[in-house]
């Protein structure tokens, strides 16, 4: 345990380094991002229905983020009906939507 510790407390520090002052998270919300991000990759299969919102270490990674098809259902940018789906986070997003919806601003 004290490896995965010290592994994390480097990688916190790392981010830092690369990260404006301004963006910089705390240790404690580095370390919840990564929670979030390692249990958002497993591979459980989700239920129908509302789900949590897209960690934001997954939402903005800009790493594998594609738009397909689906059945129809509402946008998770602006709540629209859609057949579009991000593959990565499974939200249904419009094409205008997908942009938005996978940035900062």
């Known amino acids: 345990m004290n490896g995965v510790n010290m592994a994390m407390v480097a990688a916190w520090k790392l981010h830092t ?13 580095f370390r919840r991002e990564v929670v979030a991000g390692l249990l958002k990759g497993s591979s459980r299969s989700r239920q129908e229905g509302p789900t949590a919102p897209v960690p ?4 903005y990674d800009e790493i594998g983020h594609y738009i397909g098809s689906t059945s129809q259902g509402r946008c998770a ?10 593959e990565k986070c499974g939200k ?3 094409q205008n939507c997908f942009e938005l919806f996978h940035s900062k601003k």
């Open 17 to 29: 380094v690369v990260t404006s002052s301004r963006e910089a998270l705390t240790h404690i919300q």
């Open 92 to 94: 249904r997003l419009h």
């Open 77 to 86: 940018y602006c709540g629209s009906n859609t057949r579009k789906i991000c």
């Open 56 to 59: 934001s270490c997954v939402r």
